[in-house]
């Protein structure tokens, strides 16, 4: 069965730090990848999606970037964090989303920036 | 881009009443429609989907027709349930077919 892990659950940053989340799927191969983030009030935004290694499209210009690696893998990085990077972010994946269009999420993880 | 309008909640019921929670969207073409259920404490999940117009998505008794000239894809159920407290979350397709636009959710809540 496919599963879906992302990490740290829970981060505490200061302002202008740097930002790495990972994010891994396993027992799928060729999936597409997503970030989104859910802060409070505003529901969920979708920040980046990727349907292929090194393909990544940003949904909404911010201070925010991602990477895909390998094929299972989907990283969510910031060199220089704001306040208003504090929310909490969810990886997802597909598979053959033309086809279902169902996302599987991951638990999330939670970042406080300070 | 696509884009869409849920119902701002909390809505507020007694166990056995009728839910409707209202969506809309605005889209280039025709999307796919989803209604997504996160539990407390849970992560987000389908309920259901719709994939053309006219198409109802069914699933626990919750149901939502696309309605495309009326762009909405309103979520109803007949009677709710103690354990239907959650948060619902409407998502059409973007533009592309490749992600979901979710919108700000809906916060049910259902007293016995």
């Known amino acids: 069965s496919q599963t879906i892990h992302q990490w740290p659950a829970t981060l505490v940053q200061p302002v202008g730090s740097p930002l790495s989340l990972e994010c891994t799927v396993e027992?799928?191969?060729?999936?597409?990848l997503y970030w989104y983030r859910q802060a409070a009030g505003r529901g969920l935004q979708l920040l980046f999606y990727?349907?292929?290694?090194?393909?990544i499209s940003s949904e909404v210009p911010q201070n925010l970037s991602a990477s895909r690696p390998q094929d299972r893998q989907f990283i969510l990085s910031s060199k220089k964090l704001l306040l208003s990077d504090s929310g909490f972010y969810l990886c997802?994946?597909?598979?053959?989303?033309?086809?279902?269009?169902?996302?599987?999420f991951g638990e999330g993880s939670r970042l406080t920036v300070l | 881009g696509n884009s869409v309008t849920q119902m701002e909640g909390p809505v507020t019921l007694s166990e056995e009443a009728f839910l409707t929670i209202n969506c809309t969207y605005t889209?280039?073409?025709?999307?796919?429609l989803f209604w997504y259920v996160q539990y407390p404490g849970e992560g987000l999940q389908l309920l259901l989907k719709?994939?053309?117009?006219?198409d109802k998505g069914s699933n626990k008794g919750f149901e939502a027709t696309y309605r495309k000239e009326t762009t909405s894809f309103h979520l109803e159920k007949g009677s709710v349930q103690v354990s239907d407290s959650a948060v619902y979350f409407c998502?059409?397709?973007?533009?592309?077919?490749?992600?979901?636009?979710f919108g700000k959710g809906t916060t049910l809540s259902v007293s016995s």
């Open positions: 719709a994939t053309k117009a006219d």
């Open positions: 998502a059409p397709s973007n533009q592309a077919g490749t992600a979901l636009i």
């Open positions: 027992g799928t191969s060729n999936p597409n």
């Open positions: 997802a994946w597909s598979a053959g989303f033309a086809n279902t269009g169902e996302l599987f």
């Open positions: 990727s349907v292929g290694i090194g393909q």
């Open positions: 889209a280039t073409g025709y999307p796919s």
